[in-house]
């Protein structure tokens, strides 16, 4: 599916742990919640239309290229959400109309000195990776199909697979559902430019107002090897959405079964 013209956000600090294990929390040490739990705040990954970094078209489905620097890579797996945006005739967003969901690897360079989030999520074409399919969502809320989705990603090394994010449930985020949704309005509307986090409601308006948005709502915790082993050339790379209903977390293709599949270059 072709998303060019569809704006790429992400959510910081939605699943317990992550953020510590990235050594990251300190990067939102002056970024004030409302709640203890409540992610960091939204940062973007994608701007169709800029003229910026963020304007290159990053998301693969095959391959990942790490920098041709040095660099320091790992693994995001998450669940990509594609809603629908909302605005009023004041150009705020007051609705998110959530459409389908797939994997999504928003792999991240760990950057000393990066000021904002963005710096460390795209530096060209294939920095980013999306799942072979999409899973329409029925509701967007407890009841619905992503009710009994788990995501688990691994990391194949030298013939031999590794766990590399925790097996997790989809209600294991912090903020899910109509939660998330309404935190998501809010900070599209009000989030300014502060520490590692940018003025989403300036960026909306910079790319004309998209009329949907492709938001990765977090990356789940580390296992042990993902913790403490980053990206190298040659290694696969696997995030598998499944219902735990009827499926495991193998990579035996199904209906119900979402994969993403890259090789590291």
């Known amino acids: ?156 090394r030298s013939g031999v697979l590794y766990p590399y994010g925790v097996d997790a449930p989809l209600l294991g985020y912090s903020y899910f559902y109509d939660k998330l949704k309404s935190w998501l309005i809010e900070k599209m509307n009000t989030q300014k430019d502060f520490g590692p986090l940018e003025d989403i409601a300036a960026h909306l308006k910079a790319c004309d107002y998209p009329e949907q948005a492709l938001i990765s709502i977090g990356a789940t915790a580390y296992a042990e090897f993902g913790e403490n082993n980053y990206l190298q050339s040659d290694d696969k790379i696997y995030v598998v959405a499944y219902d735990n209903r009827t499926e495991s977390s193998s990579f035996e293709a199904s209906e119900s079964k979402v994969i993403l599949h890259q090789t590291v270059q």
Request: aromatic share 10%; charged share 25%; with cysteine.
């Open 1 to 156: 599916m072709e998303l060019k013209n569809v704006i790429g956000l992400g959510v910081a600090g939605n699943f317990a742990h992550h953020l510590e294990q990235a050594g990251e929390l300190k990067d939102f040490e002056n970024v004030v919640t409302a709640e203890p739990d409540a992610p960091k705040g939204i940062f973007p990954f994608y701007l169709p239309g800029s003229d910026s970094f963020l304007g290159l078209y990053s998301i693969g489905t095959d391959k990942l290229n790490l920098p041709n620097y040095e660099a320091n890579a790992q693994v995001e797996p998450e669940i990509a959400v594609l809603f629908d945006i909302i605005y009023n005739d004041d150009n705020h967003v007051t609705d998110l109309v959530a459409q389908k969901f797939t994997t999504f690897n928003d792999c991240t360079i760990r950057k000393e000195g990066a000021k904002k989030i963005s710096e460390k999520k795209s530096w060209g074409i294939n920095s980013k990776g999306i799942g072979d399919k999409w899973i329409s969502i029925d509701k967007f809320e407890e009841g619905g199909v992503m009710d009994h989705y788990h995501l688990c990603s691994f990391v194949e």
